[in-house]
C-alpha cells in the first residue's frame, strides 16, 4: 500500500452497528493512513454517501435499520453511487451470502472475526483499483475533453469554408478531397459597386469608412443568401454574386434584380447613405478554386467582365442590364433601353436601365 499511496488519504466509511467492531476497524484503517468514517447504521451510510466523498465502503450484512443487502442495492442502484467499491464484513460467511453479495455488485467479501493482514490486503487491493478506475476517469474525461475540441474546431473549419465556398463547392471538397474546375452556362453575374467611394474614402476617418463598408458588406451577404445567389467576392467596395452556378436557379435575372433593389436600399440607409451600381449580365462562366496557403473559389470569363462593365456606368446609382439579361427577365420589371452603349474591350452593346425611367441616360 506504501508504494501506491495515495495523494491524499482514502476516505473509508464503515457501516456497523457495532460499536467494538467499528473501533477495531478504524484502528487498522489508521494503520494504512487511511481516513475513517463511520457510522452505525444502512440508512445513515445512504445519507452519508449523498452528501460526503468515499473511496471505500466497509459494510456489514447484519443491521437493525437497513441490512447491509439492501444498502448495496441502493448503493449499486444509484448512478452517483454505483462506483463505489464496497468490501462487505460480516460473521455470515455461508457460501450462499458471499455469492449474492459479489452478484450483487460488491468487490469483495470478508467474514468476522478478521485476518488484519487478510483485511489490510483487500483494503490495499480495492483502494489501489479504485485509484486506477479514477485515472482511466480522468483520461476519459481529456478524451472527451479533446473530442469535444476537435468538434469545435472541425464546426469552425466547416464555418470558414462556407465563408469562402459555396455550399455545394463545401460538399464537393469534402466528399472528394478538391472541387473540380468546371465551364457553366447560362449563369447569372451580379456586380456591384458604391459611387464615388474613393472620394468618400479621402475625405473621412478609417475608423468611419472601414465601419461603415462592413456593415454594408454584411447587409449584401445576408441579401445575396436570401435571394438564393452566391456571393463570390468581395472586391475593394465592390461585391460580385452568381446566380445559376451551382446551385439551379428558375429565374436567375429576376433574383439579381429584386437582390440588388435591396443592396440599393441597405446602401442608402447605411451611416454614410451611399448610391450603389450594379451590373447584371447573363452568359458562360469557368469557376474553380486556385491557391493554396491562402486559397479562393472564384469565376472567370467574358461574363464577369461585361457585368463589371456595366456596374461603373453612370455618375449614379442604377441597376444596368446586358440584352442577353434582359431577354432572360421573367419578372415583370420597368426597364428602359440606354441604346447602343461603349464598353472597353467590348464596344457598342445594347444596355438597359432597370426600375429607374426617370434618370437621364449615362453617357
Not at 475608423?207 to 454594408?216: H, M, Q, S, T, W
Amino acid at each position: 500500500m506504501s508504494e501506491n499511496r495515495m495523494s491524499q488519504p482514502a476516505r473509508v466509511l464503515i457501516v456497523d452497528d457495532n460499536a467494538s467492531n467499528r473501533d477495531v476497524l478504524e484502528q487498522e484503517l489508521e494503520l494504512l493512513d487511511c481516513e475513517p468514517v463511520s457510522v452505525d447504521g444502512g440508512q445513515a451510510a445512504l445519507t452519508l454517501l449523498r452528501h460526503q466523498s468515499i473511496d471505500l465502503v466497509l459494510l456489514d450484512i447484519m443491521m437493525p435499520d437497513l441490512d447491509g443487502f439492501a444498502v448495496l442495492r441502493a448503493i449499486k442502484s444509484d448512478p452517483a453511487l454505483r462506483h463505489l467499491s464496497i468490501i462487505m464484513i460480516s460473521a455470515r460467511d455461508d457460501l450462499d451470502s458471499i455469492l449474492r453479495c459479489i452478484e450483487m455488485g460488491a468487490d469483495d467479501y470478508l467474514p468476522k472475526p478478521f485476518d488484519p493482514l487478510l483485511l489490510r490486503a483487500r483494503v490495499g487491493a480495492c483502494l489501489e483499483k479504485k485509484q486506477w478506475r479514477d485515472q482511466e476517469m480522468i483520461y476519459l474525461r481529456q478524451i472527451e475533453q479533446q473530442l469535444e475540441e476537435i468538434e469545435r474546431q472541425r464546426l469552425r473549419a466547416d464555418h470558414l469554408l462556407h465563408t469562402m465556398l459555396p455550399a455545394p463547392a463545401v460538399d464537393e471538397l469534402k466528399s472528394k478531397g478538391r472541387v473540380s474546375p468546371k465551364r457553366y452556362d447560362n449563369v447569372a453575374v451580379l456586380f456591384a459597386d458604391i459611387v464615388q467611394f474613393t472620394r468618400y474614402c479621402e475625405s473621412r476617418p478609417p475608423e468611419e469608412v472601414i465601419a461603415n463598408l462592413d456593415r454594408l458588406i454584411i447587409d449584401c451577404e445576408h441579401l445575396i443568401e436570401r435571394h438564393g445567389l452566391e456571393k463570390i467576392k468581395t472586391i475593394g467596395d465592390g461585391v460580385v454574386a452568381t446566380a445559376n452556378l451551382m446551385c439551379s436557379h428558375d429565374d436567375a435575372v429576376t433574383a439579381c434584380i429584386l437582390c440588388a433593389q435591396s443592396m440599393t436600399e441597405a446602401a442608402a440607409s447605411n451611416p454614410a447613405h451611399w448610391q450603389i451600381r450594379v451590373g447584371i449580365h447573363v452568359g458562360t462562366v469557368v469557376a474553380g478554386i486556385v491557391g493554396r496557403s491562402k486559397f479562393s473559389f472564384d469565376v472567370w470569363g467574358d461574363t464577369i467582365n461585361v457585368a463589371a462593365r456595366l456596374s461603373g456606368l453612370g455618375d449614379d446609382g442604377g441597376i444596368y442590364l446586358s440584352d442577353d439579361a434582359r431577354r432572360m427577365l421573367a419578372g415583370d420589371f420597368p426597364c428602359r433601353t440606354l441604346g447602343p452603349v461603349v464598353l472597353k474591350g467590348k464596344g457598342e452593346v445594347e444596355v438597359f436601365l432597370c426600375g429607374n425611367l426617370n434618370d437621364d441616360p449615362p453617357t
